[in-house]
């Protein structure tokens, strides 16, 4: 049974969008007109790895609840790990994006390994093979 899709509260989808295909270069699988369980207009909006894989239900918050939980979906844990086959490039692009890198790149028994936060403040593994 995999995961299909998961949703991460973001605070507007143009900005989510470009993060997630200029950066980190997911592709777009569906961004559609949608309502709320109250009908309300909305998007669907769901964006994945270009290689395949768990779907992001990019989900523009509703509510002060919701805004409230915006980069914190996770408690201040890291909550999202990405692998990608090239470490350098990738943490270069994160960089230029402003994405703050919480904990310095090491090198651990399954690769290289460092934590940043992403624009909405949710904190991410980035993980690459060892150096070589």
Not at 76 to 82: A, D, E, K, P, S
């Amino acid at each position: 049974m995999p995961i299909e899709l998961f949703s991460l509260l973001v605070d507007d989808y143009g900005r989510a969008l470009r993060f997630f295909t200029e950066t980190l270069h997911f592709v777009v699988a569906d961004d559609s007109p949608s309502t709320t369980t109250d009908g309300r207009p909305k998007r669907w909006v769901v964006v994945r790895p270009s290689d395949g894989g768990p779907g992001i239900v990019l989900a523009k918050a509703d509510g002060k609840e919701q805004v409230a939980a915006i980069g914190n979906q996770f408690g201040g844990r890291v909550g999202l790990f990405l692998r990608v086959a090239d470490f350098d490039a990738t943490l270069g692009e994160l960089r230029a994006a402003g994405c703050e890198i919480v904990r310095p790149v090491r090198t651990e028994s399954y690769g290289r390994v460092c934590v940043f936060r992403d624009p909405w403040g949710n904190l991410w593994d980035l993980l690459g093979d060892a150096a070589k």
